[in-house]
């Protein structure tokens, strides 16, 4: 099983940037495709992006195509989720999540998941 620990969430102004982390331990992460969903209160953990094995390709979100960027680096076993130009509609937990599966935008085929780390953003 591989442990997922997520940080770099925080309060940020509308149109601003954050970094967010998402480190590894107990299984090498090339054995994965990763991902990144979030959750809004009151509403479903919806996908945000993935990443393949080897970071060639990645899909995200229509919701945040052109403005997020996630990349990884599997010598330091991290994922990270570069977020910019970020919106109101941006607040929620973000969670980072790793896949057995060719990389996949569905929530019920990521098998470990991170606790989760909250951005805010405000208007």
């Known amino acids: 099983q591989v442990q997922l620990v997520e940080s770099g969430g925080g309060l940020v102004q509308a149109g601003g940037s954050l970094r967010l982390s998402c480190a590894a331990s107990?299984?090498?992460?090339?054995?994965?495709?990763m991902g990144w969903f979030r959750q809004a209160p009151g509403k479903e953990r919806e996908f945000v992006a993935v990443?393949?094995?080897?970071?060639?390709?990645?899909y995200y979100a229509d919701s945040v195509k052109g403005r997020f960027t996630i990349s990884r680096d599997n010598a330091k076993n991290t994922v990270y989720l570069r977020m910019s130009s970020l919106k109101p509609d941006d607040t929620a937990v973000y969670y980072c999540?790793?896949?057995?599966?060719?990389?996949?935008?569905?929530?019920?085929?990521?098998?470990?998941w991170g606790q989760g780390t909250q951005v805010t953003v405000s208007s």
């Open positions: 990443i393949s094995l080897s970071g060639g390709s990645a």
């Open positions: 999540a790793a896949t057995r599966y060719p990389y996949s935008d569905a929530r019920e085929k990521y098998s470990n």
């Open positions: 107990g299984r090498t992460l090339s054995m994965y495709s």
